[in-house]
């Protein structure tokens, strides 16, 4: 469809994203089990690492989001870039949806509201 090159990650930045991906799961699977092996700040800092982590590898694997998308992926399915911003009845929290996802939770008449309609 789209044939402009895109901006890969190098080697390098694929494998730092990786080890922080690895370490954070390790670290949340080792908290887990001994509840204060870092302090909040430590855990801030591996947090902040992997979203940097997410975005590199979401840009490797997907490509740059396009004009209408939110460089930030799906929230319910992690597959593709979030399309829109939807609030579920019952959930504090926003959702950032793919059109499939949005339209499914639409459906189900889980939506609190359409902002971006
Ligand atoms: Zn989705």
Redesign the pocket.
Known sequence: MNTTPQKKATAGERKAAFAALYRVLKTSLYRGRTMDSLSSAEFQQVVDQANEALDVLARAIHGAPKGWQYAHL?D??C??YAEHFAREAGNELSTW??T??YQHLKAEGKLKEAPHE
Do not use: A
């Open positions: 799906c319910v399915c597959l593709r949806c793919c499939p996802c």
